[in-house]
Nanobody
Framework: QVQLVESGGGLVQAGGSLRLSCAAS????????VGWFRQAPGKEREFVSG???????YYADSVKGRFTISRDNAKNTVYLQMNSLKPEDTAVYYC?????????????????WGQGTQVTVSS
């Protein structure tokens, strides 16, 4: 089992940027698919971005062109660069890993999850 720890959340004004990090420990996730999901109060958890083991990337339409997912296998860490943030991006953001190395937009297909980090975008 892998442990995932997110960091980098915070309060930012609309139009600002944040970079979330997801540090993995326990084993390497270089062969895993990884995903970022978010959950706003009263809403379902939703897919934000994903990456296959071979670094192919995927984005929800709502964040395409503003968010960038990346990974540093040497650091066993995944990142989510978030630019041009909007109030509707406010949520708890979670990273997840999937041993089967191809991404899924369905949260049920991920094996391990971090505890989440709060992102709040003020208008």
């Amino acid at each position: 089992q892998v442990q995932l720890v997110e960091s980098g959340g915070g309060l930012v004004q609309a139009g600002g940027s944040l970079r979330l990090s997801c540090a993995a420990s326990g084993r390497t996730i270089s062969g895993d698919a990884v995903g970022w999901f978010r959950q706003a109060p009263g809403k379902e958890r939703e897919f934000v971005s994903g990456m296959d083991w071979n670094s192919r990337t995927y984005y929800a339409d709502s964040v395409k062109g503003r968010f960038t997912i990346s990974r540093d296998n040497a650091k066993n860490t995944v990142y989510l660069q978030m630019n041009s943030l909007k109030p509707e991006d406010t949520a708890v953001y979670y990273c997840a890993s999937r041993v089967r190395g191809y991404y899924s937009s369905d949260s049920k297909n991920y094996d391990d999850w971090g505890q989440g980090t709060q992102v709040t975008v003020s208008s």
